[in-house]
């Protein structure tokens, strides 16, 4: 809780509204997000939670309790006005509006309240890392930095970002910390345990005793402006001096019509004009540019006109990857690139299931098993074959064949498969799919870790046949 000071407890509803209507607490302060807790009134009503109640917060990965919420109030939420205060759009291709009113549907109370802590949360990934804002500023005293930058990031870092560290740092007489968010992000990012291995070899780059890296356990809200002046006021919290914002700082990308949720520079303007309010001084982002004649980076506003900078985008190097392209030193390091294809290998590396649907007597499943066959005679990958029989016999004997059933029992088709797909195998299923939400569903959940191919296996029906044909075709059993 040290790490979001002034915020001691879930907002009230005064300060809940101060924050999304003028990013301020009722005493006063700064703070830009709204930290809040949601339930539904069956919730409410069930766990009898009224003002003075006491509740246990528990880690939902291992149940430990981490702290006692006492409640102080209980209040109903316009979602849509929230959406639009604090992200500026109701848009729901913008991550956080989504996650508002999809995944939180049906939630539509925020309970407020005083929080007592009660223990951190286990984490087993990189301990060494995961420092409490006191630990940091103590590490930062014995080491006597008494400047420090601070670096957000949700990707991983390449020369450019190193090198516009090491500008920020020298141009303020300061260090660099490092502290990228290891929490939930945007859809699609690349997993924190691969980008963790990067931060850890790009370390090695910076001069000796320059930069240290640790871990901030933060959910990205893709909140542009508002979260840029949130992460100033953690880093504050953590020890930073400095903090640097970047060119559209935590942008979610483009809206439902193709266009920015912000502008480039919102961000930018919104920190500097809190930066002595909230005691931390903004950094703004210094774009820097490759030369290919001298072969240095320097800042975008130095190259002359007769020059063109080359560069390379987020999706071109999502594009190399994929399909094994040549990635240039001059952009990333050697030891950063490898870790990147071991753990995001070109397409012909990469696991994938086929799904193959049709109505019932159709040939899905004889098509499936020889091309099980066929796969396991070629011999590059394992492969799993994935039929109704088992399916239902071993993982879905509860489910019957209504709609919500059958499209429970393909969520667990597409747990299975998408494991299969993330260790690098094949998986090729044949249960009856008639819905296209429920495909749609698999397709996203398998895609995350490798290749997905929908497969309609199409055959005449029996009123189609010729009437001989028709007579002598038995009838499926019932």
């Known amino acids: 809780m040290v790490g979001f000071l002034p915020w001691r407890a879930f907002l009230m509803r005064g300060d809940y509204n101060g924050v999304v209507d003028g990013l301020r607490l009722e005493n006063g302060l700064v703070w830009p997000i709204p930290v809040t807790l949601d339930a539904s009134e ?40 929230e959406a639009i205060k604090v992200f500026g759009t109701n848009d729901i291709a913008h991550p956080s509006v ?16 005083g929080v007592q802590a009660i223990q951190l949360p286990n984490h087993y990934d990189y301990v060494s890392l995961r420092q409490t804002p006191r630990e940091l500023r ?10 420090v930058v601070g670096f957000q990031t949700r990707n991983p870092m390449h020369r450019a970002h190193r090198e516009l560290t090491v500008r920020a ?11 990228p968010v290891v929490g939930l992000t945007k859809p699609g990012d690349i997993d924190h345990f691969t980008r963790v291995r990067v931060y850890q070899a790009i370390m090695r780059r910076y001069p000796s005793g320059m930069a240290a890296l640790s871990l901030l356990p933060l959910a990205m809200r893709m909140g542009g402006p508002r979260e840029a002046l949130w992460h100033a006021i953690i880093r504050k919290n953590y020890g930073a001096t400095h903090f640097i914002v970047g060119r559209d700082h935590a942008g979610p990308g483009p809206d439902s019509n193709g266009n920015d949720f912000y502008g480039p520079y919102d961000a930018q303007s919104l920190v500097k004009a809190y ?13 820097v540019a490759y030369i290919q004649e001298t072969q240095e980076y320097v800042p975008a506003d130095e190259v002359p006109p007769n020059i063109t900078p080359l560069s390379i985008s987020g999706t071109e190097l999502r594009r190399r990857l994929r399909t094994g392209a040549h990635i240039p030193e001059w952009f990333s390091y050697p030891e950063v690139v490898a870790i990147l294809r071991a753990s995001y290998p070109p397409r012909h590396k990469q696991g994938f299931a086929i799904l ?9 499943i004889a098509v499936a098993r020889a091309l099980t066959t066929t796969l396991h005679e070629q011999g590059s990958r394992q492969v799993s074959l994935l039929l109704p029989e088992t399916m239902r016999g071993e993982f879905s004997t509860d489910l019957g ?12 088709y597409a747990f299975v498969s998408s494991e299969i797909v993330k260790a690098g195998a094949a998986a090729v299923c044949a249960p009856i799919t008639p819905y296209d939400d ?26 189609a046949l010729p009437a001989t044909e028709a007579a002598c075709t038995p009838k499926p059993a019932k």
């Open 275 to 287: 930066q002595h309010e909230v005691a931390i001084e903004f950094v703004p982002f210094q774009m």
């Open 438 to 463: 429920a495909r749609e569903r698999v397709r996203r959940q398998v895609s995350k870790y490798g290749g997905f191919y929908l497969v309609h296996i199409s055959t005449p029906s029996r009123s």
């Open 356 to 364: 193959l649907t049709g109505l019932h007597n159709s040939g899905r």
């Open 98 to 113: 989504d996650y508002l009113f999809n995944q939180r549907r049906g939630k539509g109370f925020y309970i407020g309240g």
């Open 138 to 147: 103590h590490y930062f005293r014995k080491l006597n930095w008494g400047r």
């Open 401 to 412: 064949y209504s709609k919500k059933e059958r499209d429970l029992n393909l969520q667990r």
């Open 42 to 81: 069956d919730e409410i009503r069930e766990l009898r939670i009224r003002n003075g109640a006491r509740l246990v917060l528990r880690d939902p990965r291992d149940d430990a309790a981490l702290a006692v919420l006492t409640v102080g109030d209980v209040f109903r939420v316009d979602k849509r006005r």
């Open 169 to 179: 740092a020298r141009s303020r007489q300061a260090n660099v910390l490092i502290h």
